[in-house]
Structure formats: structure tokens, C-alpha cells
């Protein structure tokens, strides 16, 4: 994983919650980790890995809304992905 993955990583799981997170460099973050990405209808995104999966809606900035940044969070959890155990 490159060490600007590893930043995005990160910046998912800081506290407090980050406003300004760039999809896109979410988006490469997360395939790097082997998570699915696969586009739905009405600006909506299914994230999976490990038969888990969650629906996010594609922001119409390019930033992640708090809301968002706390699902993704959630369902890196779920999946036990956390910055510290990513190489």
C-alpha cells in the first residue's frame, strides 16, 4: 500500500471526524485494500469485501460528508481494517 493510501486510512479513522476527505482518494484507498467497488443507480456505491457490504451515495462535491467518512469507518471495522494492520 502506497503511503498516500496510508494517509486516507488514516484520515477515515481520526478523531474527530474529517470533512474534507477527497472520494477519489478514498475510492484508491480502499480497492488498494481489496475492497469491491461497484457503482449503483441513483448516485449510489456499494462498497464489499469478505461477504460484507454497505451503500454510500457518491458526493456531488469531492469531498465525503462526515456521515459517509462514519459508514465507511464502520464497515472497515467490521471488516477488521484498520490503518495499523494495513502494510
Do not use: W, Y
Not at 65 to 75: L, N, P, Q
Amino acid at each position: 500500500m502506497s503511503h498516500h493510501n496510508k494517509k486516507v486510512l488514516e484520515s477515515i479513522f481520526a478523531h474527530p471526524i474529517s470533512a474534507n476527505i477527497d472520494f477519489k482518494d478514498v475510492e484508491h484507498a480502499l480497492t488498494s485494500v481489496g475492497v469491491a467497488i461497484e457503482e449503483k443507480s441513483a448516485n449510489r456505491i456499494s462498497l464489499s469485501l469478505d461477504g460484507r457490504s454497505v451503500i454510500i451515495h457518491r458526493p456531488h462535491q469531492h469531498t465525503l460528508s462526515k456521515d459517509e467518512v462514519a459508514t465507511i469507518r464502520g464497515f472497515l471495522v467490521d471488516c477488521g481494517i484498520a490503518p495499523e494492520n494495513v502494510a
